[in-house]
């Protein structure tokens, strides 16, 4: 079974730059999340979905960060315009339901904002 | 107050050592704990997984949960460099969408 698949996984942007992530969920996983891992602390959500759906954003930068999950399969997460602090590892996972299942995560896009 | 407290080390041990892991939490509604398991320069991955309180063994490793104490546990029984990595804590609330809160992941490191 493939996991899922991030790109790119690194990215150099100067701030107020505009940068987009992509996610592949696990084939068949309804629901998708997004995580910003700043370096020497655990993931935060940024976002959830169920199928095409936003089940919580509450977390989620709204005036410069926005997340869409087209068809309900891969999503994108982009930020627009890039601050010094977004500087972080950026991660996408997928489960099959999002009850109490399990989170699997992908390798995470690296972002540096110069 | 974070939700979820932990050490965040690190922690370097000979080969073959017992090693603990501990979070504690302030939130009472969690009944779901996880531990993950980060390489550097990769994602996290589910390492064991518990409900409410109790133990899980699942080979070298035992996860513990003491709801009274608001405490979980993570133990590594002959621990190998192979397992240096950071551990990351998560937890969740009954039903509902599964929001997982992560404690900051404790640095570990296995020397030969």
């Known amino acids: 079974e493939a996991g899922v698949a991030q790109s790119p996984r690194y990215k150099i942007i100067e701030k107020r730059q505009s940068v987009a992530f992509w996610c592949n969920p696990i084939?068949?996983?309804?629901?998708l999340y997004w995580y910003q891992q700043i370096l020497g602390q655990g993931p935060k959500l940024l976002i959830q979905?169920?199928?095409?759906?936003?089940?919580?954003d509450s977390q989620l930068p709204k005036d410069r960060f926005s997340a869409e999950r087209l068809k309900g399969v891969d999503s994108t997460l982009k930020i627009q315009p890039a601050k010094l602090e977004d500087s972080a590892v950026y991660l996408c996972?997928?489960?099959?339901?999002?009850?109490?299942?399990?989170?699997?995560f992908g390798p995470g896009t690296r972002l540096t904002v110069l | 107050q974070k939700e979820v407290e932990q050490d965040p080390g690190p922690l370097s041990v000979p080969e073959g050592a017992i090693v603990s892991l501990n979070c504690t939490y302030s939130?009472?509604?969690?009944?779901?704990f996880m531990w993950y398991r980060q390489y550097s320069r990769k994602g996290p991955e589910l390492l064991m997984y518990?409900?409410?309180?109790g133990n899980k063994e699942d080979g070298r490793f035992t996860a513990q949960v003491d709801k009274s104490s608001k405490y979980i546990s993570l133990f590594i029984r002959d621990s190998q460099p192979s397992d240096s990595a950071t551990y990351l804590c998560?937890?969740?609330?009954?039903?509902?969408?599964?929001?997982?809160?992560f404690g900051a992941g404790t640095r570990l490191a296995v020397h030969p």
């Open positions: 996972a997928s489960s099959t339901d999002g009850s109490t299942d399990t989170q699997y």
């Open positions: 084939s068949g996983h309804a629901t």
């Open positions: 979905f169920q199928n095409n759906g936003v089940v919580d």
């Open positions: 939130n009472s509604a969690f009944q779901y």
């Open positions: 518990t409900y409410s309180s």
């Open positions: 998560a937890m969740s609330g009954a039903g509902g969408y599964n929001k997982l809160i």
